[in-house]
């Protein structure tokens, strides 16, 4: 959130504003109260982001708030369309550094990832975002504003973002007022008027933290990627600080706060977690907690020193937590011609395109590549 006390440096970004937060900024100048909910309107309803445009605030004030409020986002610096219709925007955050989001399509859903954090301290083995220390926590209005950006382009093919989930770049438990403060913006009624129950905040399992999701009303991701405290704490250090009985006993006080089931993310990697026995390890493990097991297989990327297991090994694992009568999906792994798949995720504004994926067996000849901000769809 940011400072609003006067004589702090303006302009203040627009969209870290919650409306409250807005109200207070006005009155501290003088100000009616309503005026936020007006402004409001215009931004989130109407898509003006220009004050000399927001015909109903006088002459005066227009060009007041001119000088103390600013709707600059980062901008998108490439925008990629994978031949499976994911779409990958790069968004330059300033120093070289930028975050990505991905939008990926289902049946009935056009669901966005988007970023928390450049970096992620939580070093994951297995995960790209993990390999590249953090460098800065996102403010509020650099997650409002990869919905917006993203939105915004989507409109020209008639198209409506009805998801989010937290599960791009960086660990949004570690980032948890600007995170938090952005999903205010994105359910209230008074932004962007997504329901809570379409929000999804996925986490390592920050358990001091995990209490804010259900706080929040929000759905609850784990990345769960082990089957025992040996396993998990190799692949995911964070579980030696937070080991996985004290992480399970946290997921059940979210079901009995919620009521809503927990998605356990589960990254198979050969030899390490996809064997047959290790099903069997993974679903005795969760059998007392309510939730849905989700498998991705592995994506490479260059030097992580591990490998994504055969469809027929994924296929077996699949089918024996099935059997073992878990409720788990197998989640089709999405955009990788593009680099958008989970745990491929960069900081750096130049990364090649030509990323090497050994065992990759997708060519990207068809990948449509967009350098600036205004594709065509
Ligand atoms: N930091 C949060 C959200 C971002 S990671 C978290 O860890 O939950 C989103 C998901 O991508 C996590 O479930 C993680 O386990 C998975 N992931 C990371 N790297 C991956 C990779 N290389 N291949 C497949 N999944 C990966
Ligand atoms: Fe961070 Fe999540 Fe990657 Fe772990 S999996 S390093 S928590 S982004």
Same mark, same amino acid.
């Given at each position: 959130m940011q400072n609003l006390e006067p004589g702090m440096p303006q302009p203040l970004n627009f969209y870290s504003f919650t409306l409250e937060g807005l109200e207070k900024f006005l009155k501290q100048y003088?100000? &009616?109260?309503?005026r936020a909910q007006q402004i409001f309107k215009w931004v989130? &309803? #109407?898509?003006? @982001? =220009?004050? =000399?445009? $927001?015909?109903? %605030?006088s002459k005066d004030l227009r060009a007041e708030l001119k000088n103390l409020i600013t709707f600059n986002l980062p901008p998108i610096v490439k925008h990629l369309v994978s031949v499976d219709g994911t779409q990958k925007f790069l968004f =330059?955050?300033?120093?070289g550094n930028s975050i990505e989001a991905v939008v990926i399509p289902s049946d009935d859903r056009l669901t966005l990832c988007v970023s /928390?954090?450049?970096?992620?301290? $939580? !070093?994951?083995?297995?995960c790209f975002t993990g390999k590249?220390? %953090?460098k800065r926590r996102l403010d509020t209005y650099e997650i409002v504003g990869q919905f917006m950006q993203v939105q915004d382009i989507l409109n020209k093919s008639g198209l409506k973002l009805s998801n989010i989930v937290f $599960?791009?770049?960086? &660990?949004?438990l570690d980032n948890c007022e600007a995170v938090f403060g952005a999903i205010d913006v994105i359910h209230s009624p008074w932004g962007? +008027?997504?329901?809570?129950?379409?929000i999804t905040v996925s986490t390592s399992g920050l358990i001091p933290e995990m209490w804010r999701v259900a706080d929040a009303k929000v759905r609850l991701a784990v /990345? %769960?990627?082990?089957?025992?405290d040996e396993v998990r704490s190799l692949v995911m250090p964070i579980n030696k600080k937070y080991p996985l009985a004290d992480l399970l006993e946290e997921c059940k006080s979210y079901y009995r706060a919620t009521g809503d089931k927990i998605t356990m993310e589960y990254v198979l990697l050969k030899g *390490? @977690?996809? #064997?047959l026995d290790h099903a069997k390890q993974l679903v005795k493990l969760l059998r007392d907690v309510p939730c849905k097991i989700n498998l991705i297989p592995f994506n490479e990327h260059p030097g992580s020193g591990f490998e994504r297991p055969s469809d027929e090994t994924v296929q077996a694992f699949h089918t024996e937590c099935m059997r073992l009568g878990a409720q788990v999906l197998l989640r089709r792994t999405m955009g990788r011609d593009i680099y !958008? !798949?989970?745990? #491929?995720? @960069?900081?750096? *504004?130049?990364?090649? &395109? @030509?990323m090497d994926i050994s065992?990759?067996?997708?060519?990207? +000849?068809?990948a449509r590549s967009f350098s600036s901000g205004q594709p065509g769809l």
């Open positions: 003088g100000k &009616e109260k309503f989130y &309803e #109407q898509r003006v @982001t =220009d004050f =000399d445009q $927001m015909l109903n %605030l =330059d955050v300033r120093d /928390s954090e450049i970096g992620c301290n $939580m !070093a994951c083995q297995f590249q220390k %953090l $599960m791009g770049m960086g &660990e949004p962007v +008027n997504l329901s809570r129950k379409k /990345s %769960l990627n082990g089957y025992n *390490v @977690t996809d #064997q !958008a !798949a989970c745990g #491929q995720l @960069t900081t750096k *504004v130049n990364r090649p &395109e @030509t065992n990759s067996k997708i060519g990207g +000849n068809n």
